[in-house]
């Protein structure tokens, strides 16, 4: 890669991870000096059964568990965090120990916004590093192999009065740790896993191509991406017995995660999030039936960058055209993807997916304005958009 003339690197949690790992909440919430968790987590995951394995954690530890929130909504949104807030408070709470998806941790990142700045309403805090006032501890415990929200500093919160996606992003907004256990992603059902972990994948991807690539967040999604391809099918095939996948796949997603949110995403992620707003695809869904289509949209700027990706995703380097060794890096991914069709049924174009033709020109238009195409090596014009929608249709 041709050196950056600037960039930083910024992923301040500590992070542990293993087998066991959860039997280490204790003694990391002493180093914190804290005492009472607030357990932050969704009915699915309760109903999953995977809140025993925390309690079980706390049994003769000095700190307790006070309470479980399991209100969190699949879009966490400002009531389900000003009413965690309260109880927060409540119970004398001085942690909170999010265990799920993004959407978990984003309802206790909410809560901590209110609690800490003071403030009842958090429109008046949305936007970029406005938080001022530290921010309680938060101990993230994933449950999905994917978005890597354990080490990222974004929270998104759907304000249910005013019908808007609040968007917060800040340096205190970074969990304080991040543990990883494989056990609590066992239940995946195939499906999810297979759509996650091709989320985390795209995180990579797109992490290693765009403008605000750097040798650190390389090493990241480079290291992330040889774990998925080792480990994507076999955690999907056989996930609540396979946990070295399992924990291979969390492992990856974490390293993506810190990968991008550094060097950001691009084309995919805008078209991804278009697909969720006009056609409720869903995230990981939608960026792996983009990411081969888009990366060919990106091949005469990235070339270079995408063949470097072929040896990481298991396939030998034949030859030394970059453009050749690019085209081998998306057939590697049309492979993988197929193969994950081929276990779990994981549609492979968007018609498959729940989009309709007739929207497409509403979705390009939608992608056009997210904010990730500033990342993207090469510029997206509407045309562009809806050509790279038609050919993943
Ligand atoms: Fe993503």
Redesign the pocket.
Known sequence: MNMPNFYQHYCPGRIIAGYDALKKIPSLMDRLGCKTAMVVTDKGVVAAGLIKHVEAAFEGADCSIAHVFDESPPDSSNIASNKLAGLFKGYKCDLFLAVGGGSALDTAKGANIVISQKSDDLLNIQGAENIEADLLPTIAVPTTA??GSEVTKAAVIYNEEKKVKMLFSADKLYPTMAVLDPKMSATVPPKITAATGL?AL??SIEAFINLQKNPIDDAYAVAAIELIAKYIVRATENGASDMEARFGMANAALMAGAAFSNSM?GIV?SL?HACGAVCHVP??LA?GILLPWSLEYNLPRVAEYIGQLCEPLGCEQTGSDPLEQARLTIRAIRDLEERLNGVCGLPLRLKDAGVSGDKLPMVARVAVNDGCLMYNPLEVGYEDALRVLRNAF
């Open positions: 994917g978005t989320d795209t995180h995403v992620h991804a995230h990981g960026n």
